[in-house]
């Protein structure tokens, strides 16, 4: 015991130049004005809190993190992955053709009945609803005729004509 | 095993307890003035534990601002069971762990200047002139694979030695902090000196 006491005590008279080691001067003057400063600018949320936090809300991220350190033969695979489908990309959408034709006319067509469906109801008054009374909030829609892109006149969708009367007292 | 304490750093400026606690009960009506109070007194204590810890000024620095910010956000759920400074001291070891564990595998270290009585310790001046068998190293030297040997530390063992052998705290006020037993500090005491002893071979050779 006294044994292993003696041979720690060296290295205990080694540790004591630990409390040597001081910082800056002055820094102790001006460390409680930051910290109370910082309290009442409420900014707590230095970026290594954020840090903190989101890695407490989200550990898989940190797993992730972790797994490039580990092993940073992952990075480069991950970073190729993420080129080539950026490149990829680049490609599909540069070509025209990419999409067939019948696709995109089905498309044109499903896209321009329900606009059609819109604009009606707005100018159909309801049962209760006095005639007088009957406004559009949306007139333009229902004066201009409904075309679809590239100006095909959609067949569903026709002019409605819109009479407004303004009630006399 | 039982070893002896090294006589705990009696600070005649240390609160009495009153005190510390009507500081407390100031600052949870919202007296940053007393909050000011605590910060000046615990600042040090708890700034050169993190450093210890970490090697690192700049890390340090930030982790104990935000310790202090985290005590002053938390000091409504403080219950009172310990004593301020121990309580004060967990959250800056549990934020100081946190933080090793994350930076784990980066370590840079920024280590504090030596202030002008290092080079007057007795005990220092032997370790570089008598007991060193490289005489040629300095005591910036040493210091440097002083804080090398103490990195290579796990974070508990690391603790231990930094609030047992540099801080002066007795086994009892690190069982709390640590929120362990006695035994077990002791234990990790006795295995992180003979780690520390191992890597610091070169300069503990006796004469």
Known sequence: MNQSENNFESLRRLLALKRHEI????YFDDFPSQVLSRIRAGEAETPRAMADRLFAEAPWLLNFF???????AFVGAFACTLCLLLLFGIIYAGRPDAMPKTALLAAMTQSAVPLADVTAPVLTPSPGQQPGLMVSTNPVLSLEPVVTLFNQQNPLAQPVSVSFSIPSN | MIMAEPAARQDPESPAPADEEALVRRVRLGDLEAYDELVRRYQERI??????????????????????????????????????????????????????????????????????????????VAFVS???PRREAGLAELQEKLNAAMLKLSEPHRLVVVLH??????????????????????????????????????????T
């Open chain 1, 23 to 26: 910082p800056p001067p002055g």
């Open chain 1, 66 to 72: 972790r797994v490039f350190e580990a092993k940073p």
């Open chain 2, 47 to 124: 700034y050169a534990t993190i450093y210890h810890m970490t090697s690192n000024h700049e890390d340090a620095n930030d982790l104990a601002q935000e310790s202090f910010i985290k005590a002053f956000q938390a000091l409504k759920t403080f219950k009172g069971g310990s004593s301020f400074y121990t309580w004060l001291y967990r959250i800056a070891v549990n934020k100081t762990i946190n933080f090793l564990k994350q930076r784990k595998n980066r370590v840079h270290m920024s280590l504090d200047d030596l202030d002008f009585n290092a080079e007057h310790d007795p005990d220092l």
């Open chain 2, 130 to 132: 008598d007991k060193t």
């Open chain 2, 165 to 206: 052998d540099v801080q002066g705290l007795s086994h009892d006020e690190i069982a709390k902090i640590m929120d362990c037993n006695i035994g077990t500090v002791r234990s990790r005491l006795f295995y992180a000196r003979q780690q520390l002893q191992g890597y610091l071979s070169d300069y503990l050779k006796p």
